[in-house]
């Protein structure tokens, strides 16, 4: 499957721009990007969800990584999150621990 | 070379008797004190014995090419036929019945079992007749204990019957034919073989209550067999976005995780490493009550459905009991250590001990040999595959070969092959090949089937163990030996043979019978020679003292095999397996010397 997500670096942010879905066909690649960053300093990690319309529990693993496995305890932001993603979230009970932003 | 030959010849015997007896200690050693696998230990001694110049290379392959290896190996394929086609199952419906005292049913059961194992292996006899008494037992509402003892002593006197019955008798005879060039007739050990048989199963049934009654292993799991708990994680969890392990999800006081699934079942695997999210559910088995402690102390709600049956859990897995095999790998390890769940997609569940479930988290368990362990694996697990049942050995096979017409047809092929071979119309090797290929033939079994009732690694030990035998009698050791006995024992015929296989016979309950005999045909031979009587009784006296390996768990492969199904400890084998042996090799030297009068060389 073509890759459907983007990672980039800015200082010790982390932007990860999501594709139309977040399931078990891609995490497990995001996750494989992701881990090389890991005790790296990342303070903050932004997920661009614009066009993000299905979270399932392995696109909810790879946030969770992010939160408890990359550093220590980065923030985790959430972009232009729709509602039925916010809807999975709530129900992972995460919402909690992200930030929600508007751009 | 010369150096050291000249060094160890003051003391009396050449650097190559120095190597070999070294090699047999070694040999001893290793299988006595470690769980390295019989066939590669004979290897590695033969390749050694070749590798410093005692054996040549002909010599060293002699066990390979040897017939009676050749034999062993194509009977497997005979036996498929006769497995497959439901021959076994019959008996158990007609021969077995439903007896109602236990002295019937012991009698019911030895008699054709040792029969069976006349021509059978007697480790896969063990195999299929465990799982048969298993359900026997149940319906006898007798224990499995009382069963599975007499089984295994069945099977191993009744191996003594035929020449083919055992490894023991091949390599025994193999040695014979090599020294002479005379062959032993497939029934040459018949009556001598009969009267210990008869003896020996009129001694369990007369001292039937020496034998021991066990909790059946399976009972301690009977509430996991039937129950498991559902627990929801809410969204409000303090534990989310922790691992299973993190959290102490995964390892619980009283049971075990078997399962987990998130909100909408993608596929998960079950790790300690697996992140918990609210609206999982979390599938745990084992004492109901404690499970439901973590309620309290995890946060925990149980499900609407919370206690079901294990079969609503999911259709492609069941519940499976394993015993850990006397050598297994596994042994002084936890679960959680090995990769045996990985590897097999299996989840431990429970483990019991000595019929009673151990209370600590499964997966923490340092095991040992005997051990009942509960498994949910998927419905298609080969428990049969090397590589597990190298470790835990699964009786509750779910294996019932239906009875159909083919069994009259594989009875008959293995019928002629007796008694073609029996009146030397045919050679053994002919007779078997013969009847292997019928039963393909007429479709008793598939390739696949015949295939894999072969037992590669009995073969190897076999043609090492034949090698080893060949080894000590160049280097002139069992002449040594035996000159020994004479000189301890005198040179009255009937004391030498005694003597022999009393020495022989204790080897054998600490040793594996197949090396004992290895080691003592060569010995009882030159023995014979050497008090000029003709060896062919004495080698028949040999082969009933080498397999009359009773006492202990670790004799043999097939009293290894009941260990675990039976729930039996150590001692319970010397109870009625020490008269036993006693009683069996003094009858069949008695015997022997009653059907073949000695006669002077």
């Known amino acids: 499957m073509e890759k459907d997500f983007e990672v980039k670096q800015e200082g010790s942010a982390l932007t990860v721009t999501l594709g139309n879905k977040l399931y078990a066909v891609n995490s497990p690649a995001l996750m494989e990007e992701l881990v090389p960053y890991t005790d790296q300093g990342i303070e903050k990690v932004v997920f661009d969800a614009t066009n993000l319309t299905l979270l399932s529990s392995s696109g909810v693993r790879v946030i969770m990584y992010c939160k408890q496995k990359l550093g220590a305890s980065p923030e985790i932001v959430f972009v232009n999150c729709k509602e039925e993603v916010l809807e999975v979230l709530g129900l992972v009970g995460i919402r909690s621990i992200i930030t929600f932003e508007k751009r | 070379m010369e150096l050291f030959n000249s060094i160890f010849l003051l003391w009396g ?25 019989t066939d590669a230990v004979m290897l590695i001694a033969i390749g050694v014995l070749f590798a410093v110049g005692v054996l040549d290379a002909k010599e060293m392959c002699s066990g390979f090419s040897a017939g009676t290896v050749v034999v062993t190996g194509v009977l497997g394929v005979v036996m498929a036929g006769l497995r497959y086609t439901g021959v076994l199952q019959w008996m158990l419906k007609h021969v077995f019945g439903l007896p109602v005292r236990y002295s019937t049913a012991l009698l019911r059961m030895m008699v054709p079992v040792s029969l069976l194992s006349a021509f059978l292996s007697n480790t896969m006899l063990t195999m299929l007749f465990g799982n048969v008494l298993k359900r026997w037992s149940r319906k006898l509402n007798i224990a499995p204990s009382k069963l599975y003892l007499p089984m295994m002593y069945a099977v191993q006197m009744g191996g003594v019957l035929t020449l083919i019955g055992t490894s023991t008798n091949i390599i025994v005879a193999d ?90 079942h993608d596929p998960s695997v079950l790790s300690e490493d697996e992140f918990i999210m609210g609206g999982d559910r979390l ?66 569940v429970a483990v019991a001990r000595r019929g009673k ?7 923490e368990v340092e095991l040992q040999a005997g051990d009942t362990l509960l498994f949910e694996c998927p419905r298609k697990t080969n428990t049969y595959a090397k590589h597990l049942a190298s470790m835990l050995q699964f009786t509750d096979s779910q294996e019932v070969v239906k009875i159909g017409p083919n069994a009259i047809v594989s009875s008959l092929i293995m019928t002629v092959m007796m008694i073609l071979t029996a009146l030397n119309v045919v050679s053994l090797l002919h007779g078997t090949v013969l009847a292997a290929l019928a039963m393909l033939l007429f479709r008793c079994c598939t390739i696949n089937q015949a295939m894999d009732s072969v037992s590669w690694r009995s073969l190897m030990s076999l043609a090492g163990s034949i090698v080893l035998g060949t080894a000590i009698a160049k280097t002139g050791i069992a002449q040594m030996v035996a000159q020994t006995v004479v000189e301890l024992v005198g040179t009255q015929p009937v004391m030498v043979m005694l003597g022999v296989c009393l020495a022989a016979m204790l080897i054998t309950q600490i040793v594996e019978n197949v090396a004992v005999t290895a080691m003592f045909a060569p010995i009882m031979y030159q023995a014979a020679v050497q008090v000029g009587y003709e060896p062919a009784p004495f080698l028949l006296a040999l082969m009933i003292a080498a397999n009359a390996s009773y006492a202990t768990p670790i004799a043999a492969s097939p009293n290894m095999l009941v260990y675990g199904p039976g729930g039996y400890r150590f001692t319970d084998y010397m109870r009625i397996g020490i008269p036993l042996t006693i009683i069996v090799t003094v009858t069949g030297v008695a015997a022997v010397i009653l059907a073949y009068p000695l006669v002077k060389l």
């Open chain 2, 283 to 348: 599938l745990y088995t084992g004492q109901i009550d404690e499970i439901l402690e973590l309620k309290d102390t995890h946060n925990l709600v149980v499900s609407d459905h919370h206690v079901r049956s294990m079969n609503e859990i999911n259709k492609n897995y069941e519940l499976r009991i394993a015993f850990v095999n006397f050598y297994s790998k596994l042994i002084g390890k936890t679960i959680g250590d090995s990769s045996v769940e990985r590897d097999n997609n299996m989840v431990l």
């Open chain 2, 357 to 363: 479930r151990i209370e600590a988290a499964p997966r």
């Open chain 2, 175 to 264: 040695y014979y034919e090599n020294a002479t060039g005379k062959t032993m007739n497939m029934f040459s050990i018949l009556v001598p073989g009969a009267l210990c048989l008869l003896v020996g199963i009129l001694f369990i049934v007369a001292m039937r209550r020496w034998l021991p009654d066990r909790k059946t292993p399976e009972e301690a799991f009977e509430t996991a067999f039937d129950y498991t708990v559902e627990l929801r994680v809410p969204s409000d969890n303090p534990n989310i976005c922790k691992t299973l392990g993190e959290a102490g999800l995964f390892h619980v006081k009283g049971g075990n995780l078997i399962d987990i699934h998130h909100f909408d």
């Open chain 2, 13 to 37: 015997f050449s650097i190559d008797v120095w190597i070999t007896i070294a090699t047999v200690m070694a040999v001893i050693g290793v299988m006595l004190f470690t769980k390295v696998r």
